[in-house]
């Protein structure tokens, strides 16, 4: 098999699932009683008890479908090295052919080796996991399953591509639905036979339906295509709590959340760490505590300098003073009106909910139509900028 390092392999970003991942790796947590539920936003355990997913990826989706390592090592040790590296869940893919034809889910891993020539697997299997080599492919997926499972490490199973190999590349005819490889029907039989097969199983708390779907039919729908590739790219600022996006209807009215498909276009100077709207000298600002964050035209304050911070990247903050306290971009949850306050749970209290203050700012190359707007208030700012403003700084 040769190809151990898959096994810590990243979890693609574009899963069809969400997989919510703690950002750091802390020491082993207690075991979740299963089975998890959700509490409003958060999943809990049988208990009630806030539970965090930290999975780590285990490849058995490749040539010989069996979970890689397995020469190398016995089951229970990598459950065990998972647990000691402070994970709780595994991330274990399959190949939708093994749900779906027989004769391969009959296959056993030795036969599978033998297969694909690969000998000195089958020694080094011998030796690490005797009693499973002569199990159907099937049977020894259970298998890990089941290790993991006397280990309290949870399982997502993750449909990773159809016909059993490396994923992904552009001709792997697995990338999207009617591909050569990916028949939608033929998908939902499998994710149907997984879900029957595993329905007992309480540490089984998750699939994911579904990898990183891929070129070339999903690029001319989601229109990153080759027709889109002139169109400029901008940023959008993304509030995944409500998942719409900060909007501006007039100059008149406050920023507030909005559709993102009518969001302006905004910039990110990561340097100077201002965020203006593309072709403007709009830029946003904070104004006071628990005021709307309005747009400004003299940008080098600190009330105009927006940083990442926090853990998770996803607080927006600002100064009121150069060298005060942070403030936050928020939402007003009644108005919808965009905010600035004090940051919140930025310690690690586990039942903090920072939802409101979750922003990201995200790449996008939709044609903004608002964008449009701004231009000719732009001229009347050019001539503001130009004839007046300047004077007014000079003069102080
Ligand atoms: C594979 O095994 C299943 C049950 O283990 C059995 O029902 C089926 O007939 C077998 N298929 C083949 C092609 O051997
Ligand atoms: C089913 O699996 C067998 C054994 O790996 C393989 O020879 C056959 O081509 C597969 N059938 C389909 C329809 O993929
Ligand atoms: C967003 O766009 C920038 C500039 O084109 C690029 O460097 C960056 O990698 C993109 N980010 C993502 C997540 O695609």
């Given at each position: 098999?040769?190809?151990?390092?898959?096994?810590?392999?990243?979890?693609?970003?574009?899963?069809?699932?969400?997989?919510?991942?703690?950002?750091?790796?802390?020491?082993?947590?207690?075991?979740?009683?299963?089975?998890?539920?959700?509490?409003?936003?958060?999943?809990?355990?049988?208990?009630?008890?806030?539970?965090?997913?930290?999975?780590?990826?285990?490849?058995?989706?490749?040539?010989?479908?069996?979970?890689?390592?397995?020469?190398?090592?016995?089951?229970?040790?990598?459950?065990?090295?998972?647990?000691?590296?402070?994970?709780?869940?595994?991330?274990?893919?399959?190949?939708?052919?093994?749900?779906?034809?027989?004769?391969?889910?009959?296959?056993?891993?030795?036969?599978?080796?033998?297969?694909?020539?690969?000998?000195?697997?089958?020694?080094?299997?011998?030796?690490?996991?005797?009693?499973?080599?002569?199990?159907?492919?099937?049977?020894?997926?259970?298998?890990?399953?089941?290790?993991?499972?006397?280990?309290?490490?949870?399982?997502?199973?993750?449909?990773?591509?159809?016909?059993?190999?490396?994923?992904?590349?552009?001709?792997?005819?697995?990338?999207?639905?009617?591909?050569?490889?990916?028949?939608?029907?033929?998908?939902?039989?499998?994710?149907?036979?997984?879900?029957?097969?595993?329905?007992?199983?309480?540490?089984?708390v998750g699939m994911s339906l579904r990898n990183e779907l891929h070129a070339p039919k999903k690029m001319s729908m989601i229109?990153?295509?080759?027709?889109?590739?002139?169109?400029?790219?901008?940023?959008?600022?993304?509030?995944?709590?409500?998942?719409?996006?900060?909007?501006?209807?007039?100059?008149?009215?406050?920023?507030?959340?909005?559709?993102?498909?009518?969001?302006?276009?905004?910039?990110?100077?990561?340097?100077?760490?201002?965020?203006?709207?593309?072709?403007?000298?709009?830029?946003?600002?904070?104004?006071?505590?628990?005021?709307?964050?309005?747009?400004?035209?003299?940008?080098?304050?600190?009330?105009?300098?927006?940083?990442?911070?926090?853990?998770?990247?996803?607080?927006?903050?600002?100064?009121?003073?150069?060298?005060?306290?942070?403030?936050?971009?928020?939402?007003?949850?009644?108005?919808?009106?965009?905010?600035?306050?004090?940051?919140?749970?930025?310690?690690?209290?586990?039942?903090?909910?920072?939802?409101?203050?979750?922003?990201?700012?995200?790449?996008?190359?939709?044609?903004?139509?608002?964008?449009?707007?701004?231009?000719?208030?732009?001229?009347?700012?050019?001539?503001?900028?130009?004839?007046?403003?300047?004077?007014?700084?000079?003069?102080?």
């Open positions: 098999m040769g190809r151990f390092p898959h096994f810590f392999s990243l979890l693609p970003i574009f899963s069809l699932t969400v997989i919510f991942l703690s950002t750091t790796i802390a020491l082993p947590q207690p075991a979740a009683a299963l089975p998890l539920s959700t509490d409003s936003r958060w999943i809990v355990d049988e208990t009630g008890r806030r539970v965090k997913l930290s999975c780590v990826n285990w490849a058995s989706h490749l040539d010989a479908v069996v979970a890689e390592g397995l020469s190398k090592q016995p089951i229970d040790s990598i459950s065990k090295k998972i647990v000691s590296m402070g994970f709780n869940c595994v991330r274990l893919t399959w190949p939708l052919f093994l749900a779906t034809n027989d004769s391969l889910a009959n296959t056993t891993v030795r036969q599978s080796f033998r297969n694909l020539g690969l000998i000195e697997s089958i020694a080094g299997f011998q030796v690490n996991n005797p009693s499973i080599i002569d199990h159907s492919l099937i049977s020894a997926f259970q298998a890990v399953v089941s290790s993991l499972g006397d280990n309290n490490v949870m399982v997502i199973l993750d449909n990773h591509i159809s016909k059993p190999g490396w994923c992904c590349s552009k001709f792997d005819g697995s990338g999207f639905f009617g591909d050569q490889y990916f028949n939608p029907d033929l998908w939902i039989k499998g994710l149907t036979m997984m879900a029957s097969l595993f329905k007992g199983t309480p540490n089984v229109g990153t295509g080759p027709a889109q590739q002139g169109a400029k790219q901008h940023k959008v600022i993304f509030h995944p709590l409500t998942g719409q996006c900060i909007h501006r209807k007039s100059l008149l009215e406050p920023l507030k959340l909005g559709p993102c498909t009518d969001s302006e276009a905004w910039s990110y100077n990561t340097q100077q760490k201002t965020l203006t709207i593309k072709g403007t000298y709009f830029c946003l600002q904070a104004a006071g505590l628990n005021k709307p964050a309005k747009l400004g035209v003299i940008c080098s304050d600190s009330t105009s300098k927006w940083e990442l911070i926090s853990d998770s990247k996803m607080h927006l903050s600002s100064k009121l003073t150069t060298d005060g306290a942070a403030v936050c971009l928020d939402v007003d949850p009644s108005s919808n009106i965009i905010i600035t306050n004090n940051c919140k749970c930025l310690n690690r209290d586990n039942m903090c909910d920072p939802g409101s203050q979750w922003f990201k700012i995200v790449n996008s190359t939709r044609s903004s139509s608002v964008t449009t707007l701004f231009f000719g208030f732009n001229s009347v700012f050019d001539f503001l900028r130009n004839n007046m403003l300047g004077s007014l700084v000079d003069s102080a």
